[in-house]
Every structure is written in C-alpha cells, then in structure tokens.
T-cell receptor, first 115, second 118 residues
Framework: KQEVTQIPAALSVPEGENLVLNCSFT??????LQWFRQDPGKGLTSLLL?????REQTSGRLNASLDKSSGRSTLYIAASQPGDSATYLC??????????????FGTGTLLAVQP | SAVISQKPSRDICQRGTSLTIQCQVD?????MFWYRQQPGQSLTLIAT?????????ESGFVIDKFPISRPNLTFSTLTVSNMSPEDSSIYLC???????????????FGQGTRLTVV
C-alpha cells in the first residue's frame, strides 16, 4: 500500500529565504508525482507535475525534483514571499488500478512566510 | 488548465438529510474523481465517477452513502446521504485528461464544498 509522508509538517521562515519541502513515498512504482498548494478552506492549485521518467520540473520560483528509486521528491521555493503562505501537498499516482491518476496524498506542509 | 465549478461552496445541513454537490468542467475530461478532506487531514479518494456507468468506490465508501452520477464528459454530482456530524468535511471534485485525452495526466481540483452537519 502506497504511503506518502511530508516533512516538515509546519515551517515558518522570514521573507526572502529559500526553502525546501520534502515528500517521500514507499512504493517507487509511481506513474507521476504532483505538487499542490491549498489556501485555508479552499481547493487545490496544481503547481508542478513530474512524470516518472523525469527528474525535475520548474515553474517560476518553484523547482520540484524526483528521485523515484529512493522514493523522494523535493519542492524548492526561491526567494519566498508572504503570498507563498499555504499548505503544500504532495501526491503520487501508481501504475496499479483502473485509474492511473488515482492520487495518494501526503499530509502536507503548512508554510508561513513572515514579512 | 481547466475551470472547475463546484456548487455549493459551503452548506450547513441538518443530520439525517442529504446534500448533492455539483461539479462542472469547462472542457471535456476523461476522468472525474471525488475526494474528502476531513478537518485537519489530507485528502482521501471517495470514488471515480465513470461516464454512463456506476462509480468505482474506494475501500470504506459505499454507493448508498455517496451516490455519484456522471451523465457526460463535463459534469458530475456527489450526494452525501443521511448525513451525520462525522460527514462534516470539505468535498472536492478533481479531473484529469483535459481535452478528453488520457495523455494529459495532470490533475485539477475544484474549490471544494465545505459541509457542516449539525
């Protein structure tokens, strides 16, 4: 059974700092990995999607890496801003099951960027 | 990306009643899913909404409690039946396969429905 873990559970940093969020998964037979952000009481916004054959993806100040063999992904946020404050969720989909993109979510990292 | 409209955005319901949540996508998609997010927790998949056939439910979720419809490639509903306070959660619709293509595997989410059962 796939399990996804995110550390740290919460993180508070001053504005401008670079930071790294971690995601680990127990079953390396993933189809893809996706990072989301969730603002309080809201839905999820897709940040980055990494296919299993890829090593990293970049979008603006965000960079996500994937090491499938070790079951790890990191989300790097450069020059953090107060507007980055949110919960960041990592989710993986496995090759099993009829729906290849049935996502298994981690418990999230609550990020607070202090002005 | 897709524009996903979920209605209602929030509701407060009496125990024993039912609520139907609607999910409308602005383009055809191959897959539609329903998730639950209980307070302080991450997301759990309830079921995959299949067009023109019965939904596929995950372990711990049953059709009598969470009936789902998907009449076409852009619309789905989830009903939370015979509600109890334990059903208080955020319910989220998710889609993949934009343009009705299985090659597009990125998942997109609606804004969620915050349900409180009293």
């Amino acid at each position: 059974k796939q399990e996804v873990t995110q550390i740290p559970a919460a993180l508070s940093v001053p504005e401008g700092e670079n930071l790294v969020l971690n995601c680990s998964f127990t079953d390396s037979a993933i189809y893809n990995l996706q990072w989301f952000r969730q603002d309080p009481g809201k839905g999820l916004t897709s940040l980055l999607l990494i296919q299993s054959s890829q090593r990293e993806q970049t979008s603006g100040r965000l960079n996500a890496s994937l090491d499938k063999s070790s079951g790890r992904s990191t989300l790097y946020i450069a020059a953090s801003q107060p507007g980055d404050s949110a919960t960041y969720l990592c989710a993986v989909s496995n090759l099993w099951g009829g729906a290849t993109n049935k996502l298994i979510f981690g418990t999230g990292t609550l990020l607070a960027v202090q002005p | 990306s897709a524009v996903i409209s979920q209605k209602p955005s929030r509701d407060i319901c009496q125990r024993g009643t039912s609520l139907t949540i609607q999910c409308q996508v602005d383009s055809q998609v191959t897959m539609m899913f329903w998730y639950r997010q209980q307070p302080g927790q991450s997301l759990t998949l309830i079921a995959t909404a299949n067009q023109g056939s019965e939904a596929t439910y995950e372990s711990g979720f049953v059709i009598d409690k969470f009936p789902i419809s998907r009449p076409n490639l852009t619309f789905s509903t989830l009903t939370v039946s015979n509600m109890s306070p334990e059903d208080s959660s955020i319910y989220l619709c998710s889609v993949e396969g934009l343009g009705n293509s299985h090659l597009n595997t990125e998942a997109f989410f609606g804004q969620g429905t915050r349900l409180t059962v009293v």
